[in-house]
Nanobody, 122 residues
């Protein structure tokens, strides 16, 4: 089993920055790809970014490309999401998850954390 705990969310003004962390326990993450997702009220959960087990390959959703960066530190068993130039439409509950198979849909990921709230005021 893997337990994931997200942190780093909060209230920030538009144009500001936040850094989310996803800390894992129970199993090393170094063999797994990871992903960050978000879900806004009334909307479906969507992929934000994904990273390979080594960190050598990343994918970012078009809506966050150039503003958000996913990274990982396998020695700390932690995955990060640096969010810059935040917009009101980035307001959502942000989750991290382990990538269990090829694909970027929610069904391709598991061991979801509880999420951390990001609220961007305009």
């Amino acid at each position: 089993q893997v337990q994931l705990v997200e942190s780093g969310g909060g209230l920030v003004q538009a144009g500001g920055s936040l850094r989310l962390s996803c800390a894992a326990s129970g199993r090393t993450l170094s063999m797994y790809g990871m992903g960050w997702f978000r879900q806004a009220p009334g909307k479906e959960r969507e992929i934000v970014a994904s990273i390979s087990w080594s960190g050598g390959s990343t994918i970012h959703a078009d809506s966050v490309k150039g503003r958000f960066t996913i990274s990982r530190d396998n020695a700390k068993n932690t995955v990060y999401l640096q969010m810059n130039s935040l917009k009101s439409e980035d307001t959502a509950l942000y989750y991290c998850a382990v990538r269990l198979r090829v694909g970027l849909n929610t069904g391709d990921f598991g061991f979801w954390g509880q999420g951390t709230q990001v609220t961007v005021s305009s």
